[in-house]
């Protein structure tokens, strides 16, 4: 449905979050309009790109002059682009998933402190995240970024802030300009294409020394902070860690990173990937996601007590992360081929036990010291929409705390030997997310709606298409 192209949007709305003075140096971020200005003018700013996340995680959004992005200008997208799948159709209605009957606009609403340069465009361009609010300036509880934020309020009324460390693997591919033609690693500097079976080899990560050169320039110039970067088991697997923070502030570096990884790449004429399975028989790709939580007013780990010893709110929150996680599963893998990645002996948790140094299990304790005491969720594929992905971990380590579950015993030795816990596809993960009447308080019934509405759909999508198995098997056979 065509976006609506009128708003109107206040010029000197605050932002929400603690910003970074616009001095020359600065790369990201300011605290008002007449800062932003100032920024602009001292880059040479020519367009800004005002962009959300999607359901999907996808970057939409409009392009403004600079000029007007300053002026008493507006920006609107339809309500129903949150109702689309990810191939872009819009599933029929049903008692729980509605359309907006008159489709009326939602407004973006600049967050000022993720003002960023555009590096890879030859103009010079800035990008700005949008929050969606309605015509009346309330935010639209059930777009991705006000779901995470809906979470965190539920932690900020305890006094508590969560703490998160997103991991995220992903594929290069040679470039495939036909769908039913499988992917391919590409090429690196060696002439050769990379095999499999390369963790952590420094050989590996330098056949592609230009790219991931790019890769750190461009992250560089946005204020975005890469931990570290290893090679992962796949070919041509690579994973990023991001330094741990607050989850709205990882939310929007995945969001970027994302981005800044697909540009990177298509610079040097390949693609990258982040497919939860884009390679047959080949190790899926994750997003872990190391959390914590501390005390607001201390900054404590709640997770630890004062004598060092584990807190009755970390096995709280792991029991919750095992009753609640497998019904929020299709939030942590929301698509068919998300589900591929979970499957046995693939290198990936297929169980909702959780264990010490243990990453046969879907909740891994890391060897660390009381400060650092966390859980680190590993089923997210890195498909999932990183804000959405952060707020069904969380809530379900909030459901945790807040109704005292209690955790199984610790797995020792591998998790992964015997029946799968998961549910094993779309449309199981889907049911299960509709039937946990918990999850209407941390989510909203809104938004488990739409969002079983459009994985149904999407789910209807995928069975329009025959694949090779069923030709291979089922033509000749049967």
Not at 44 to 58: K, N, Q, S
Not at 366 to 390: F, K, T
Not at 404 to 427: K, Y
Request: aromatic fraction near 8%; include cysteine; charge should be negative.
């Amino acid at each position: 449905m065509p976006a609506k192209k009128s708003m109107l949007r206040s010029q000197n709305a605050p932002s929400k979050k603690a910003a970074i003075p616009p001095d020359p140096g600065s790369k990201r971020g300011v605290s008002n309009w007449k800062e932003a200005a100032t920024w602009l003018r001292a880059r040479g700013i020519e367009d800004i790109e005002c962009i959300t996340p999607d359901l999907a995680g996808v970057a939409r959004g409009k392009m403004m002059p600079s000029s007007k992005f300053t002026s008493n200008t507006s920006l609107a997208l339809p309500s129903a682009l949150y109702r689309h799948t990810i191939s872009g159709e819009y599933p029929d209605e049903t008692a729980n998933f509605r359309y907006e009957p008159r489709d009326s606009d939602l407004k973006l609403l600049p967050d000022l402190s993720t003002l960023s340069v555009v590096p890879w465009e030859t103009d010079p361009t800035a990008q700005v995240i949008c929050d969606i609010v309605d015509v009346d300036g309330q935010n639209v509880s059930y777009t991705p970024r006000n779901v995470l934020k809906n979470v965190l309020r539920l932690y900020d009324e305890k006094g508590w802030k969560p703490v998160v460390a997103p991991e995220i693997e992903f594929y290069l591919v040679a470039m495939n300009d036909d769908p039913d033609y499988p992917l391919h690693p590409p090429k690196g500097r060696s002439g050769r294409s990379i095999i499999g079976g390369q963790g952590y080899s420094i050989a590996a990560i330098n056949e592609f020394d230009e790219l991931i050169d790019d890769i750190y320039h461009f992250s560089e110039k946005q204020g975005l902070e890469i931990d570290t970067l290893i090679h992962e088991e796949g070919p041509a697997q690579l994973e990023i860690n991001l330094r741990h923070g607050n989850p709205i502030e990882l939310a929007d570096q995945v969001f970027m990173f994302k981005r800044t990884i697909r540009e990177a790449a298509l610079k040097h004429g390949i693609y990258a990937t982040f497919m939860a399975k884009p390679m047959q028989g080949q190790p899926g790709s994750a997003m872990h996601i190391h959390q914590s939580v501390v005390d607001a007013k201390t900054g404590k780990n709640i997770f630890s007590n004062p004598d060092g010893s584990a807190s009755k709110a970390f096995f709280h929150f792991i029991g919750g992360m095992q009753k609640y996680v497998p019904s929020s599963l299709v939030m942590l893998a929301p698509y068919v081929n998300s589900y591929r990645r979970l499957t046995p002996d693939m290198a990936a948790p297929v169980n909702n036990a959780w264990g010490y140094d243990n990453r046969t299990t879907a909740f891994r304790v890391p060897v660390s010291d009381a400060a650092a005491r966390r859980v680190e969720n590993r089923l997210p594929s890195s498909d999932a929409n990183p804000y959405l992905a952060l707020a069904a971990s969380l809530a379900c380590g909030y459901l945790g705390i807040m109704k005292e579950i209690e955790p199984t015993a610790a797995a020792e030795g591998s998790a992964n030997e015997g029946s799968v816990d998961l549910p094993r596809g779309l449309l199981e993960a889907v049911a299960l997310l509709e039937g946990e009447a918990d999850f209407n308080e941390v989510f909203g019934a809104e938004f488990v709606g739409l969002y079983a509405g459009v994985k149904r759909g999407e789910f209807e999508t995928f069975m329009q298409v025959i694949s090779p198995w069923e030709r291979e098997f089922l033509l000749l056979n049967v």
